[in-house]
Structure formats: structure tokens, C-alpha cells
């Protein structure tokens, strides 16, 4: 019980994605309040989301966005510390279970489901041998698709 403290993982300050957990938390869900006043602010979170995630390309950033915007899985509740040395930070409760921990419960599904999403893309990429505009196929795009039509 109680909130997880800093062997779970080190302490930071509040980021801009964990204002917009806090606020897609909310029980209306939407967009936080000031989101369309502060686009800047909802891209940086988006952003700094996407790193905490593991996305590097910017064609993936919906993922950080939808995983910003998911709703808690049933159980799961959003907090903060009351008190103390992390006072102020989010953490997440599952009341039946009591287990507390730092990262948003969904983080892992969208980090795999980013990298599905990117191997998928990969395959596609090495089935075509039609290059993008201004560059040559590659050879083994070439040959993959020769073989592959043979």
C-alpha cells in the first residue's frame, strides 16, 4: 500500500504528459482545459510522452497521443503524493490489489503496440520496391520483391 517511492524509479518534476494525464484522467475525459488556448503545451507533452514511450518518428506520434487520451484500465485510480519528498507526483492505485507504481498502467501495451505498428511498417517498406520521391529502391527491396513474385 501506500505510494511508491523512489525505488520504483527516480523522482522527476512534473512534465507536461503527466498535465495531460492528470487532465485526460478527468471523469469528463476530452481534451484538458486551455488544450486549444495552448496547442504548444499539448504537442510538448505529446512529445515528451512519445519519448517516455520509446517513439522516434514522428508518423508514431498518434500512439502517444491515443495513449495520453485512454481512459485508466477498471480498478485503476490516478493520484498524487500527499506528502513527503515526492509530494506533488502522480501514481496510480489499483484498489482491489492496492499495488501503486509510477507508470500510467497502459505505457507497456502502447509500447508494444508501437513496435508492432513500426515492424509493420518496416515489412511493408521491404515489400516495395517503389521508392519514396527523390530516392532510389533499394537492391534488396528489389530483390525481395522479384522473389517474392516469382
Known amino acids: 500500500g501506500g505510494a511508491p517511492g523512489p525505488e520504483h524509479r527516480l523522482w522527476r518534476a512534473m512534465s507536461s504528459s503527466d498535465l495531460l494525464h ?15 488556448a495552448s496547442p504548444n503545451v499539448y504537442q510538448q507533452g505529446i512529445r515528451e510522452h512519445a519519448a517516455e514511450l520509446g517513439i522516434t518518428e514522428d508518423e508514431f506520434l498518434w500512439i502517444a497521443e491515443e495513449s495520453l487520451v485512454a481512459p485508466l484500465p477498471e480498478g485503476w485510480v490516478q493520484s498524487r ?7 506533488g507526483s502522480l501514481y496510480y492505485l489499483h484498489e482491489m490489489t492496492g499495488e501503486t507504481q509510477w507508470e500510467h498502467p497502459l505505457d507497456e501495451h502502447y509500447r508494444l503496440l508501437y ?10 517498406a521491404a515489400r516495395s520496391p517503389v521508392p519514396a520521391a527523390g530516392e532510389s529502391p533499394s537492391p534488396v527491396a528489389v530483390v525481395a520483391a522479384a522473389a517474392s513474385a516469382a
Open 115 to 124: 513496435a508492432a505498428e513500426k515492424q509493420k511498417l518496416a515489412a511493408q
Open 22 to 36: 492528470l487532465a485526460f484522467a478527468s471523469p469528463n475525459g476530452g481534451a484538458p482545459p486551455g488544450a486549444a
Open 81 to 87: 503524493v500527499q506528502e513527503g519528498e515526492y509530494i
